[in-house]
């Protein structure tokens, strides 16, 4: 079993297609197809299931992928850990980073690790908490910036508080109610909200706040997408309640504080294991001893 046949797999698997995986991969097709038809043969199971059509995972297949990611994994980590010994840093960096992450200047961090470690090929990956602490414990992603609710249990990694903060109502200058100077959650229960979908942390904040308190409220548009719900907050569709520290990434807004507001607190989280040496110096350089 080699490094390149796993490769060839992982390439299959993304893209349906052997053609297009031996196109990603510079290698000719029948090549590819020798090599992957070598490691069913030793594994004694079909990984995929070929139609004319298309080209899926056999249940077989979809076991071996996430030990052969691991085994690619750490491989690169190898190649890491050796560099690192005489003093080079370099290898993938994949972080995760919320679209509400306040505690840290993402870029500006981003452009000082450039500076001091070129040979870091960095890889950002968006979306949920909860999707980034299962993505690092299972070695996916290198480091993730979280944003929680209070008291919200992260298992599986090493993980460290950033910053804790309330949230405010978020509105179009025109809105009834921007000119007020604080709100309480009964007056906002009445207003249309945008918010993050169902389900997920960003979203468990908010819907916690209320609940506790005994009320309800409707949310008529959910979003991931930031510019989207600046969007619609500056078109006075809707309201929101975000962190008061990255409301100031919203231009032309207002922002409220709310009495018994949501508290998001946020976190970087990276393996139990220990960090790999990139992810080890990206964290060192924002100040986290690990």
């Given at each position: 079993?080699?490094?390149?046949?796993?490769?060839?797999?992982?390439?299959?698997?993304?893209?349906?297609?052997?053609?297009?995986?031996?196109?990603?991969?510079?290698?000719?097709?029948?090549?590819?197809?020798?090599?992957?038809?070598?490691?069913?043969?030793?594994?004694?199971?079909?990984?995929?299931?070929?139609?004319?059509?298309?080209?899926?995972?056999?249940?077989?297949?979809?076991?071996?992928?996430?030990?052969?990611?691991?085994?690619?994994?750490?491989?690169?980590?190898?190649?890491?850990?050796?560099?690192?010994?005489?003093?080079?840093?370099?290898?993938?960096?994949?972080?995760?980073?919320?679209?509400?992450?306040?505690?840290?200047?993402?870029?500006?961090?981003?452009?000082?690790?450039?500076?001091?470690?070129?040979?870091?090929?960095?890889?950002?990956?968006?979306?949920n908490s909860s999707t980034?602490?299962?993505?690092?414990?299972?070695?996916?992603?290198?480091?993730?910036?979280?944003?929680v609710p209070e008291g919200?249990?992260?298992?599986?990694?090493?993980?460290?508080?950033?910053?804790?903060?309330?949230?405010?109502?978020?509105?179009?200058?025109?809105?009834?109610?921007?000119?007020?100077?604080?709100?309480?959650?009964?007056?906002?229960?009445?207003?249309?909200?945008?918010?993050?979908?169902?389900?997920?942390?960003?979203?468990?904040?908010?819907?916690?706040?209320?609940?506790?308190?005994?009320?309800?409220?409707?949310?008529?548009?959910?979003?991931?997408?930031?510019?989207?719900?600046?969007?619609?907050?500056?078109?006075?569709?809707?309201?929101?309640?975000?962190?008061?520290?990255?409301?100031?990434?919203?231009?032309?807004?207002?922002?409220?504080?709310?009495?018994?507001?949501?508290?998001?607190?946020?976190?970087?989280?990276?393996?139990?294991?220990?960090?790999?040496?990139?992810?080890?110096?990206?964290?060192?350089?924002?100040?986290?001893?690990?």
């Open positions: 079993m080699e490094l390149q046949q796993m490769r060839y797999v992982l390439a299959i698997a993304e893209h349906g297609s052997f053609t297009r995986a031996a196109e990603t991969c510079f290698v000719v097709q029948s090549a590819l197809s020798h090599q992957v038809a070598r490691l069913e043969q030793e594994l004694g199971v079909r990984l995929f299931h070929r139609t004319s059509r298309q080209v899926r995972l056999s249940p077989a297949g979809a076991a071996f992928l996430p030990l052969a990611r691991q085994c690619l994994d750490a491989a690169d980590r190898a190649r890491a850990e050796v560099a690192a010994a005489t003093g080079e840093i370099r290898g993938p960096l994949s972080i995760g980073v919320i679209p509400t992450v306040a505690a840290l200047d993402v870029p500006g961090a981003l452009r000082t690790f450039r500076e001091r470690h070129p040979q870091v090929q960095v890889r950002l990956a968006s979306g980034f602490v299962q993505q690092v414990a299972e070695g996916t992603l290198d480091l993730a910036f979280l944003g919200w249990p992260i298992a599986g990694v090493a993980s460290r508080q950033l910053a804790r903060d309330h949230h405010r109502a978020v509105m179009a200058p025109d809105h009834p109610l921007a000119r007020r100077s604080r709100l309480t959650l009964e007056r906002l229960a009445g207003e249309t909200f945008v918010d993050f979908p169902a389900g997920t942390t960003g979203r468990l904040q908010s819907d916690g706040a209320f609940a506790a308190a005994g009320l309800r409220r409707e949310v008529s548009f959910e979003t991931t997408d930031m510019l989207l719900m600046g969007r619609i907050l500056r078109a006075g569709l809707a309201l929101a309640l975000l962190a008061s520290t990255f409301v100031e990434q919203l231009p032309g807004l207002v922002a409220v504080p709310v009495t018994r507001a949501p508290v998001r607190t946020e976190h970087v989280v990276w393996s139990s294991f220990g960090p790999a040496p990139a992810a080890a110096a990206f964290l060192e350089q924002v100040g986290i001893a690990v």
